[in-house]
């Protein structure tokens, strides 16, 4: 027999126990939760071979710029194309030629130190749209 203390008034007490009754009936399932945000890969790319305007049909791509000419890469405002806030842009320098960014009208771009150029050849950049009228880049910039 076992013996258990009464925090209460400090007494012995004797432990019974018995047999573990049967196990009851499994409950229902609980609610199925909101399903996750869907994802895809980048599957495409899109080849630019001088100055342009990015656009909605570009979202989801990677943009290969392969030239040796300096160019520019316009960031629209919402008046001239209609991108979501959270459209992000991934821009890949393949060639010798500077790629610089710009934003049209009152947009304004944020990046570190006010960089505005992808750094040098084989390198990268990306561009998110960050909200209404602000376009941020980042990655490899100068």
């Known amino acids: 027999m076992s013996y258990t203390v009464n925090p209460l008034t400090g007494q012995l007490m004797p432990t019974a126990t018995g047999p573990q009754g049967p196990q009851g009936p499994q409950g229902p399932a609980g609610a199925t939760g909101a399903a996750g945000a869907s994802w895809s890969a980048i599957a495409d790319s899109v080849t630019i071979t001088g100055n342009a305007t990015l656009t909605a049909t570009?979202?989801?791509k990677i943009h290969d710029i392969n030239s040796s000419s300096a160019m520019t890469l316009?960031?629209?405002?919402?008046s001239t194309e209609d991108i979501a806030i959270g459209a992000v842009f991934a821009i890949y320098r393949r060639g010798s030629?500077?790629?610089?960014?710009a934003v049209?009208?009152?947009?304004?771009?944020?990046?570190?130190s006010g960089a505005t150029t992808i750094a040098s050849q084989y390198q990268m950049a990306t561009v998110w749209k960050r909200?209404?009228?602000?376009?941020?880049?980042?990655?490899?910039?100068?």
């Open 58 to 60: 570009n979202l989801n």
């Open 74 to 78: 316009t960031l629209p405002q919402a």
């Open 97 to 101: 030629g500077s790629i610089t960014f």
């Open 104 to 112: 049209q009208g009152s947009d304004t771009l944020e990046s570190a």
């Open 131 to 142: 909200a209404q009228g602000v376009w941020v880049l980042m990655g490899a910039i100068q």
